[in-house]
């Protein structure tokens, strides 16, 4: 196993390419202009990126049209299209260093999770597609025998992928594998915090052969490229993953404009509720630690709140405890970090505010609250959990995006539905128990789009994932289900004499 040093050594001599990739190419922006990317465990420059502006997303738009009208990935034989992605995601696996290195380095993010779990997993994401892409079959309708009715599924057109900073590479690999498998054109807009990787993926795309102008990154701001995507007359479709404020800008701009189809993955404050019945309470904490750490809470379907019966907490918090021990916070780049950085300085402030605020409303501090490691200058803040929370409290209603575990306590399971379903939002759930009536019965009154029982997590690649209420619209990324969305549906009714 490569050790802590090892990697300090490789990130030193790591060379890193910043430009944008417009139509098959590497470039600068056309004003030359570039943002820093910081490394969140240090607070220093880690890179400069294109700061492209909108000249630069119309070359990429023009080019994303030019290819899907020609044909050469759109109407390619679904088995090219198939061996084509089969191949990027080989290419991320012999690249599983390098991107997660990346990864760590841009976004904080531990580097065994980086290797473990975020590119494998985007690698199978995307292979998954691949497979999936000469699998698909239309439709003839049953309408009588003197018509051929065809209900076919077309690519949607020019699809603009606008993303989050928490899993970078596997965000763009939920979006990317339905949209390319299917046979759109795709500009991506990573967030400005974490462009790195999804540009390195897309010089590997280049290589495993999508065509120019099939998949391009313009990396910049979300008031400029997101913004300007989301208002661009030539664009089919968005696919964005972030806050459900901003995703909710994509509707106006989208009614402002073409009426271009818009699909949202946003916010969560999902609940983990542990039923009375639940007898072993040791799984239970290790995957409730894991529900709202992982990941230091960035994670929109992290388990932020959790509805537990009183006279079960006392000995839940003790079993946590214990297993957060084990959670070793510090340099991302360690092999045995479970916990890295916060993204940025503005997002750590916040985080921290959360923190005080829910002091401030009389939540009790079981463990946590700090700032950390303040003299890496980077940005860590330590697991945090509070209990004595009451459902109206700050902290149980805003989605904090961080380290911070809201334990609320419940008197009966009636409470505990009302409580769990009692937000804006409706992303995820975990529910625990020992009775599989009670599984069946409480999971199909949680309004979440996935309700996991006995474990935490998001199923796996062939389910769909997406949020009731404000935390989606339109759609859901992952599984078959993905695809039909980045489709137009066409009738051709063929007359018979
Ligand atoms: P965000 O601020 O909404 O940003 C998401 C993307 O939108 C970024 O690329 C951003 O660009 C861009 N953007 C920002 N302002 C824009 C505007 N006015 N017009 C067009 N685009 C704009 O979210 P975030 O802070 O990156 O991510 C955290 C949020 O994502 C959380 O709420 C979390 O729950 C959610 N999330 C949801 C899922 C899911 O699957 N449901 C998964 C992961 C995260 P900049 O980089 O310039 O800001
Ligand atoms: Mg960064």
Redesign the pocket.
């Known amino acids: 196993m490569t050790t802590h040093q090892e990697w300090k050594q490789r990130a030193e001599s790591l060379s890193i390419d910043g430009r944008a990739f417009i139509a098959g190419q590497r470039c600068t922006a056309a004003s030359n202009e570039t943002f820093n990317t910081l490394n969140p465990a240090t607070g220093k420059v880690l890179a400069e990126v294109a700061l492209c502006d909108a000249s630069d997303l119309e070359r990429a738009v023009v080019a994303a049209r030019e290819a899907f009208e020609s044909g050469v990935w759109s109407k390619a034989a679904p088995a090219h299209r198939k061996a084509v992605l089969s191949r990027l995601a080989q290419l991320i696996e012999e690249h599983a260093e390098e991107l997660s290195l990346l990864e760590t380095l841009d976004a904080g993010k531990p580097i065994g999770e980086c290797l473990a779990l975020d590119i494998p997993e985007a690698a199978a994401c995307i292979r998954w597609h691949a497979e999936v892409t000469d699998k698909r079959y239309d439709a003839l309708s049953p309408s009588g025998s003197n018509v051929v009715s065809m209900i076919t599924r077309e690519p949607i057109g020019v699809v603009g992928a606008?993303?989050?900073?928490?899993?970078p590479a596997l965000?763009l690999a939920w979006k990317i594998g339905p949209i390319l498998s299917v046979g759109n054109s795709v500009i991506v807009?990573?967030?400005?915090?974490t462009s790195l990787s999804t540009l390195r993926i897309a010089d590997l795309a280049l290589e495993a052969g999508v065509p120019a102008g099939v998949f391009s990154v313009v990396t910049?701001?979300?008031?400029v490229v997101?913004?300007g995507?989301?208002y661009h007359p030539d664009v089919d479709l968005i696919a964005?993953?972030?806050?459900?404020?901003?995703?909710k800008?994509?509707l106006h701009?989208s009614a402002d404009t073409n009426l271009k189809r818009v699909v949202l993955?946003?916010?969560?404050k999902n609940p983990q509720i542990i039923l009375p019945d639940v007898a072993n309470l040791d799984t239970v904490a290790e995957q409730a630690v894991a529900a709202a750490f992982w990941n230091m809470g960035e994670?929109?379907?992290s388990g932020s709140r959790m509805l537990v019966p009183s006279s079960m907490k006392a000995a839940l918090l003790e079993k946590m405890l214990a297993v957060l021990e084990g959670w070793k916070l510090g340099d991302p780049l360690d092999p045995e970090v479970k916990v890295g950085a916060l993204i940025e300085q503005r997002?750590y402030e916040k985080v921290l505010g959360h923190i005080e605020q829910a002091k401030a409303e009389g939540a009790h501090l079981v463990c946590g609250g700090n700032a950390v490691l303040v003299e890496t200058g980077g940005w860590f803040v330590e697991p945090t959990i509070f209990d004595n929370v009451t459902p109206q409290m700050s902290i149980a209603v805003e989605?904090v995006?961080g380290p911070v575990l809201s334990v609320i306590e419940y008197t009966d399971v009636e409470e505990a539905i009302r409580i769990a379903n009692d937000t804006c939002y409706g992303?995820a759930a975990s529910l625990w128990t020992d009775n599989v009536n009670n599984a069946h019965k409480v999971a199909a009154r949680i309004r979440a789009g996935t309700v996991t029982v006995n474990c935490f997590g998001e199923g796996d690649l062939s389910t769909p994932?997406?949020?009731f209420k404000q935390?989606?619209f339109g759609g859901r990324?992952k599984s078959v289900y993905a695809h039909d969305q980045y489709c137009e549906l066409k009738t051709t009714w063929l007359k018979l004499d």
């Open positions: 606008v993303l989050p900073w928490n899993f965000m807009k990573p967030a400005a915090q910049g701001s979300g008031q997101g913004q995507l989301g964005f993953t972030g806050s459900t404020e901003t995703g800008r994509f701009y993955e946003c916010g969560g994670n929109c379907s997002h989605e995006f992303l994932f997406g949020g935390s989606g990324d």
